[in-house]
């Protein structure tokens, strides 16, 4: 790791006050929490081989108490109800259904539930399915079967006490796929190739080439409790129980199980807040015999993590400050012990036009192996991912308004950190040759780094019936050792805009550009793969007949950019849905 030189960082974060931001923007600029660097998932070109709709219908729930003071004179005089205006009450439906099409030969459906003016519960039920049976042209020009299926359900509750809140979560994700990209080894029995397998054996290519078919099911559980004092110098907590169940196709399982807590204790104008927990991770290798010894080395895992992050929060009128520090400790077999600094100012500088912040901290990133292969769908699954730390990161920036109409943020980090996993093609070497057979599913590498990341946003609202949207990253990737950063983009930006005519019509338009990225090829002379930048377009709309019909319709990738998510497996082209949404 290179060294960490503090006088450079102080140097950095000093010149960057007015150069970077926080927060999704809001009007009143306020913080809630940190801005995550990418463009959103709204803006996001799609990762498995399809393209959502962009129209989704989440439940939404709003509790607000609103107290009125009573006036009156000294004198007993009897109380009188207060005159209030005839209102009817809006229309609210429990359910919701909608259905749809497109090509790729895609279909998708999803129902909701929820009670409605309830003062005690909070509750909905989702569930939703879409499959897709398209064919996708790979960069050797053949057709290759991309099927997708994924089914999803969730059950949300709430009951709320005078003073705190029962919370109780339940998701289930099941996504079905292939393993369709491109990939060069040669399966053909009467083939004369042979490949070195790693470990010295040589094996026909038929051992180095799993099943196609791949899925993902996973169950997660939350029960929480959330003290909603409405005293500034109450003590406020937040508990939570968190259970975790994921398998594969191949037979790899894992279940997590984890406990945390959020205490937040007033000392005086200043404030405590104690926020940690303990997790225990298990990684579970399939039963029975390895089908292909070859290919895959399978390991089970074991995880303790022990974290506690104290800091003292001191608020004021125009400089509010944080200081503390963050702790994780290791334990799967040897200990490892996690310490970086938390400390973060934040300025107004003139009230309600423009703010700036500056800080310092650090975090943990475990390799938990659902939210690897959540993340590259491809990855071989004999693959454990290692816990990578960001030990210190570095941040300032500025936020505020241009005026009534105009937003924004921007943000400059500087972080150094240890052990980052990118993302490799398989590769087998042929035997008696230079030539290598690439696999189509992933393995990863590790360095340390350190990455530079400039990000912004940008709100302008001229007239109430339009919003534009502009946001922006740029990464500036230093590995220690790799010569590249693979597969990883050096920006992304996106661009969305809408417009509502009338009542019933809405219409939608979104840009988004993704830079070029480095994938790794062993066969290339320079041992690199250029995947080229894309440029996606699209257009959507929304038709509300009545109160409970509306019809939808969007068109996707209009330049029917060729993109890679992952090097050899490319996104489906141009696509359109349209569908249709009842409430009852």
């Not at 500025?398 to 924004?408: D, R």
Request: proline residues 4%.
């Amino acid at each position: 790791m290179k060294t960490i030189n503090i006088f450079t960082l102080l140097t950095i974060f000093l010149m960057s006050v007015g150069v970077s931001a926080q927060e999704p923007l809001s009007k009143d600029v306020r913080v809630v929490r940190e801005f995550d660097p990418t463009v959103s998932d709204a803006m996001k070109i799609n990762q498995m081989p399809d393209r959502e709709d962009t129209l989704k219908i989440n439940p939404r729930f709003s509790y607000r108490v609103v107290g009125q003071p009573l006036s009156g004179t000294p004198e007993v005089e009897p109380m009188s109800a207060a005159a209030l205006a005839r209102q009817h009450k809006r229309e609210l439906y429990p359910s919701y259904v909608r259905g749809g099409l497109g090509n790729y030969e895609t279909l998708f459906g999803d129902i909701f539930y929820n009670i409605t003016r309830n003062e005690k519960f909070a509750f909905a039920l989702s569930l939703g399915q879409e499959s897709s049976w398209g064919n996708i042209e790979l960069e050797d020009g053949a057709s290759s079967d991309a099927p997708l299926h994924r089914t999803n359900g969730g059950l949300y509750l709430r009951h709320f006490f005078d003073d705190k809140t029962l919370e109780l979560d339940m998701d289930f994700n099941r996504r079905a796929y292939e393993y369709y990209g491109y990939q060069t080894i040669d399966a053909a029995d009467e083939s004369i190739v042979f490949y070195d397998a790693g470990d010295g054996t040589i094996v026909r290519g038929g051992a180095l080439i799993p099943e196609r078919k791949q899925r993902q099911t996973a169950f997660d559980l939350h029960i929480g409790l959330l003290g909603q004092q409405s005293d500034v110098d109450d003590t406020r907590y937040h508990l939570g129980f968190n259970y975790g169940a994921f398998n594969n196709y191949t037979g790899v399982g894992e279940n997590r199980f984890s406990l945390s807590g959020d205490l937040k204790l007033p000392l005086g104008a200043a404030g405590l807040h104690l926020d940690g927990g303990v997790s225990y991770n298990k990684v579970n290798a399939p039963k029975g015999e390895n089908e292909m010894p070859a290919l895959w080395t399978f390991e089970e895992r074991e995880q303790i993590f022990l974290t506690l992050n104290p800091r003292m929060v001191i608020p004021g009128g125009k400089l509010s400050v944080e200081i503390g520090v963050n702790a994780t400790g290791e334990f799967s077999g040897a200990e490892d012990f996690y310490l970086s600094p938390h400390v973060k100012g934040d300025l107004v500088i003139a009230e309600g036009i423009v703010s700036t912040f500056l800080g310092m901290t650090g975090e943990v990133r475990p390799g938990y192996y659902s939210e690897m292969m959540a993340e590259n769908p491809f990855l071989s699954p004999d693959v454990l991912v290692k816990t990578a730390h960001s030990n210190i990161r570095g941040f300032a920036g500025v936020k505020g308004n241009f005026s009534s109409a105009t937003s924004f943020t921007a943000r400059l980090d500087y972080e150094f950190i240890e052990n980052e996993h990118f993302y490799e093609n398989l590769f087998f070497q042929e035997s008696a040759s230079v030539n290598y057979g690439m696999s189509n599913m992933f393995t990863v590498n590790y360095d340390d780094v350190t990455m530079l990341t400039l990000s912004g946003e940008l709100l302008v609202r001229p007239v109430q019936q339009l919003d534009i949207i502009l946001k922006g990253a740029y990464y500036g990737w230093e590995p220690d050792v790799l010569e590249h950063a693979w597969n990883k983009p050096e920006m992304e930006i996106g661009i969305r805009a809408g417009y509502q005519f009338n009542q019933e019509l809405r219409v939608d338009a979104a840009f988004n550009l993704l830079g070029e990225r480095k994938a790794r090829d062993l066969n290339a002379i320079d041992g690199v793969k250029m995947l080229k930048s894309v440029a996606d377009f699209n257009l959507g709309g929304n038709y509300q007949l009545n109160k409970r019909l509306h019809f939808f319709a969007r068109i996707q990738n209009i330049f029917a950019a060729k993109y890679y998510q992952w090097s050899g497996y490319p996104m489906q082209g141009i696509n359109f849905r349209v569908g249709a949404g009842y409430s009852f």
